[in-house]
């Protein structure tokens, strides 16, 4: 893929599949912004390989997603990074990756676990997104990130997954309304991928994770690089006809 010397705000980029996307991304040309919750010395540590061993220009800014009421203190803080590294106030494309999890059956399921899994997970992509628009290129794109538990069920994932299924609606409705400006919006569905998301399941069930393995038709866990790269491309040229649409990048999981 070509240089593109465009810039990208990948939510969660401290860590896991953010990580990785801001690397694939930048081997590709992308300079990026990573935002992080708590662990500002791993976005450090990514700022600084993007530097080096990409050779891009890369900031991290401390994001809490689910904290709606602290975007414009956020977006004051984009502004500022955009204007001081790049003398732009604008960027290209949106990575709404961040995320946690929370494995709870229905009888378990608190309204403050619920809630704080709605905040996360969609309340705080909608409003993001609303507020990134205005200052995103035109012909740039939105990618977002769902998970294969929309297309089949696992126990413990009812409110998880259902979060995720609310994304992929509004990924299709962004495709048409951003659509006149040229930025498309497309989803990625990933399937098991060994991060620390999934470590706390896979240590405390081993079984777990073989079980997943044999499921999978390429026949293992996906790890991060498996995804960064996808990311990469919906964001690339050559991907410039894709829009509205989920892909599930699973290693072929239940097919
Ligand atoms: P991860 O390794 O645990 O990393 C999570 C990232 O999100 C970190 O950068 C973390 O920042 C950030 N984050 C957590 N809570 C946040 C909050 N309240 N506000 C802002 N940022 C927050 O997770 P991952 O596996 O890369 O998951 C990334 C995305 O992929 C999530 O949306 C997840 O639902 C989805 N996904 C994961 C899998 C999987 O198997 N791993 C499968 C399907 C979908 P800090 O480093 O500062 O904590």
Redesign the pocket.
Known sequence: MKLNNKIALI????????RNSAFRLAENGTDVII?????AE?ADAVVKEVENQFKRRAAALQ????EVGSFEHFFSQLSNVLKDNWNTDKFDFLIN?????ARMTIDQMTEAVFDNLFN?HFKGVYFLTQKAIPIMKDNGCVVN?S??LTRFSMPSQSAYASMKGAIEVFTKYIAKELAPRGIRANLVA?G??E????KPAFDANPHVKEMIAAQTALGRIGVPDDIGGVIAFLCSEEARWVNGQRLEVSGGIFL
């Open positions: 939510t969660g980029g401290s860590r896991g599949l953010g935002t992080y919750h708590q662990q791993a994001l809490d997603v689910g990756n961040a995320g946690i999890g996360i990130i998970s294969g990933p098991a991928i991060t620390d998301f999934t």
